[in-house]
């Protein structure tokens, strides 16, 4: 697609339950990135992808979270044993190289942990 | 911490004339200044960056002031429209650094 595009939109869960985000960046883009954002905070830096590899993983708040991107292509953010602290907007974003630093965001997804 | 701060949470202005837009930073660590557009339900859209090594950049109705020594940026557009209204975010970053450290946004609301 011409855009980055997150699933879903939405997702409300309970506490304790296991989460998956899926981000399908913009093709070719071999920078990955993922960003939460909470009410009324701006987006906050998680994780970032060269390739397959998480080149810098030093925004994962603790080891419930875990992100890969297996072909280089789509990613996944998964959240394990959530928490109602985890609520808020997943944000995924991408760009063609590394350091670029001009993100192109999807819409996001919205997760509210009961 | 907040390394970036957009101390006006939100911003009204009549259409026609111009929004001003400011951010600090706290980090000297800082070169490379991005402001990024958010809409309702949509993600954010990059709108026009500055590096360190200059103190102004202009693209169209849009442009970005760098004052490194109060380490304080500004947004200008002029002049205003309806749709500019939206949440603005100041980001900055080491340049070639992958990491964007966003401030919390500021509101505005272009008054027709």
Redesign the interface.
Same mark, same amino acid.
């Given at each position: 697609g011409a855009g =980055?595009s997150q699933t879903p939109s939405n997702k409300v869960t309970e506490k304790g339950k296991y989460v998956e985000l899926r981000c399908d960046p913009i093709s070719g883009h071999t920078?990955l990135?993922w960003?939460r954002q909470s009410l009324?905070?701006?987006?906050?830096?998680l994780i970032?992808f060269q390739g397959t590899g998480a080149?810098?993983d030093?925004?994962l708040p603790n080891d419930r979270f875990f992100a890969v991107r297996p072909e280089g292509s789509v990613s996944t953010l998964k959240i394990q044993r959530t928490e109602r602290g985890d609520s808020a907007v997943y944000?995924c974003?991408s760009s063609l190289l590394?350091?670029a630093? =001009?993100?192109?965001?999807?819409?996001?997804s919205r997760l509210t942990v009961l | 911490d907040q390394q970036v701060k957009q101390n006006s949470p939100s911003l009204s202005v009549q259409e026609g004339r111009i929004s001003i837009l400011n951010c600090d930073y706290t980090n000297s660590m800082f070169d490379y200044f991005l402001w990024y557009k958010k809409y309702p339900a949509e993600g954010p859209t990059f709108l026009i960056s500055i590096s360190s090594i200059k103190d102004k950049n202009e693209d169209g109705r849009f442009t970005v002031f760098l004052n490194k020594s109060a380490k304080h940026l500004s947004l200008h557009i002029v002049p205003s429209q309806p749709g500019d209204s939206a949440v603005y975010f100041c980001a900055a970053t080491p340049e070639g650094n992958e990491k964007l450290t966003f401030g919390t946004g500021t509101r505005l609301t272009i008054i027709p």
């Open positions: =980055v920078a990135y960003y009324g905070q701006g987006p906050e830096f970032y080149a810098d030093s925004g944000l974003a590394a350091g630093n =001009v993100l192109t965001f999807g819409a996001g | -």
